[in-house]
Structure formats: C-alpha cells, structure tokens
C-alpha cells in the first residue's frame, strides 16, 4: 500500500502545569511512535494529557523535556508541519463554511477555483451541502465538528492529529464518519494520531493502541489490533474484538 505519511516520533516528553505555587506534573516520560502510514490511537482517562500532547505536537506549547521528530528531524516546538484538529471545533467565524474548507485547500497549493469546487463536493460528502454558504455560528456543534474535521482532513499534512474528532455526534453519524474516515485513510495512508474515550472505535480504526493512566500519564500498555485492513463493519462480532475491549476497559477501570 502507497503511504504518503511521516513517521513520528516522541521521546521522552515530561510536561507540568503550574497550578498556583505548585508544578502538577500532567506527561511523565511519554515515549512513543506513530511510523509511516500508521492509524495510532490514545485512549485514557479525562485529564490525563491527551490534548496537552497533542498542544505539544503541533507546537503550539513545549515540553519541559523531551523531543518530537517527523521523518527523524527534530521539530519540537514547531508549527504548520501537522494537520491538527482540535478537541473544540477550530473555524474562521468571519469566513463562511464553505470558505473554510477552501482556505485549507488553498493552503496547500490549490487554485482558489478549484479549491471552491472542491470544497462544495466535499461538503455535499459529508451532508452539509445545505449549509455551505453560512457563517459557522449557526451551525449545531455536531456540524461544526465536521466541518472542522473536514478542515484538517484537507490540509493534507503527513501526520493528523485528531482529538476525539466524533464525541459530539449521534451514533447513527458517528459511524458514517468513522466509516469515511478509514475510506480516505484506506486511499492515501497518512499517519494518523487519534484520540477517543470509545474503545470500540479505537479497535474498530487503528493499528494501534496506546492506553494512557490518569495524570501524570504513563503509557500502561501498547495494544497491537490484529484485524486485518480494511475492516469489516462487523469486526466487533470477532472474539479477539471483545477480548481487546475487555483488556483496554480493564487497564483504565484500574487506574
Ligand atoms: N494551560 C494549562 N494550564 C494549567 N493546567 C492545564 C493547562 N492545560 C491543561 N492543563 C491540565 O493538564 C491536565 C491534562 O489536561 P488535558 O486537556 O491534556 O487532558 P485530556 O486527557 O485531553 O482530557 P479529556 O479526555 O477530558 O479531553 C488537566 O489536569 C488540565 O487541567
Ligand atoms: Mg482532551
């Protein structure tokens, strides 16, 4: 399979937070990879670190200690070089739904016209041709959270972060976006950085599994998902299925 995705590298990250005139110690020696192509998930307790970690590979803050490296270059404390989408819904309130989709295209060497276009289909794809030409306050939040996701699919960096880019949407749309999602992974084969509190949609999706304790975040275990690609829509029905999700719901019911 074609990849077009970086390898990603975290060694070492410690991270605290000053909390009045205490240092809360919130990453403790993170060491992880994300290699070429690979679909990785986080998954752990609210609080642990998730997003700070991800604030971290985007380079929107630094770690105390400790290194990131895309394709082995040391980029700590660098922006621009991921796609990242943000566990709040991250659009321009002054440019329409449309506009910012097109403006993502934009930014990666489309034409303004063929980026308009582009946009249009796009959100027809994700059923929000209806809404293209309105302002992002008077979507719901499910919807903004598409269009945001949407947005950070479409940069078409190597590596995309994605913090729990579904939470806020019903079931029925929720698996039509994780469906989606793996069809246009499936197609390009990004490295993918994800993070969810489901455990099903973190066997159903990645590669593998990284289970994070509660802060300062560890890394309790690193989980292989043996389920060949591209998934079957009823891979839960498979023993080694609920087997994982038993084992994943065990590590984060003991901490
Ligand atoms: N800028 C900040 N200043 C102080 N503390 C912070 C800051 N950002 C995060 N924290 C603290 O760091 C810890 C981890 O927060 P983070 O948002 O990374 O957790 P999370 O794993 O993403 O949680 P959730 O699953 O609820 O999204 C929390 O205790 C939070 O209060
Ligand atoms: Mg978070």
Not at 226 to 232: G, I, K, L, S, T
Request: with cysteine.
């Amino acid at each position: 399979m074609r990849s077009v995705g970086s390898k990603l590298e975290l060694i070492g990250i410690n991270k605290a937070y000053r909390r009045g005139k205490e240092q809360v110690p919130v990453l403790n020696n993170i060491h992880l990879q994300v290699h070429a192509g690979e679909f990785v998930t986080l998954i752990g307790p609210s609080g642990s670190g998730k997003s700070t970690l991800f604030r971290l590979i985007g380079g929107v803050e630094r770690p105390d200690q400790g290194r990131i490296l895309v394709d082995g270059n040391d980029v700590t404390g660098q922006r621009g070089l991921i796609s990242y989408m943000p566990q709040q819904a991250a659009l321009f309130p002054w440019l329409s739904v449309e506009d910012n989709i097109s403006s993502a295209l934009v930014t990666t060497g489309t034409t303004k016209v063929e980026a308009k276009q582009q946009a249009a289909n796009w959100l027809e794809r994700i059923h929000l041709g209806g809404v293209a030409k309105e302002y992002p306050h008077v979507l719901s939040g499910g919807m903004q959270m598409r269009v945001s996701f949407l947005r950070a699919l479409l940069m078409r960096r190597n590596v995309m972060c994605l913090d729990e880019p579904f939470a806020a949407l019903d079931a029925l749309t929720r698996a039509d976006m994780q469906r989606w999602l793996l069809d246009l992974w499936e197609a390009d084969r990004r490295s993918v950085l994800f993070v969810t509190h489901s455990i099903e949609e973190a066997l159903m999706l990645s590669d593998r599994i990284y289970v994070l304790s509660s802060a300062p975040a560890t890394i309790l275990r690193e989980i292989v998902v043996p389920f060949e690609r591209p998934r079957r829509a009823d891979v839960w029905k498979d023993p080694a299925f609920v087997q994982l999700r038993l084992e994943v719901l065990g590590l984060l019911g003991s901490k």
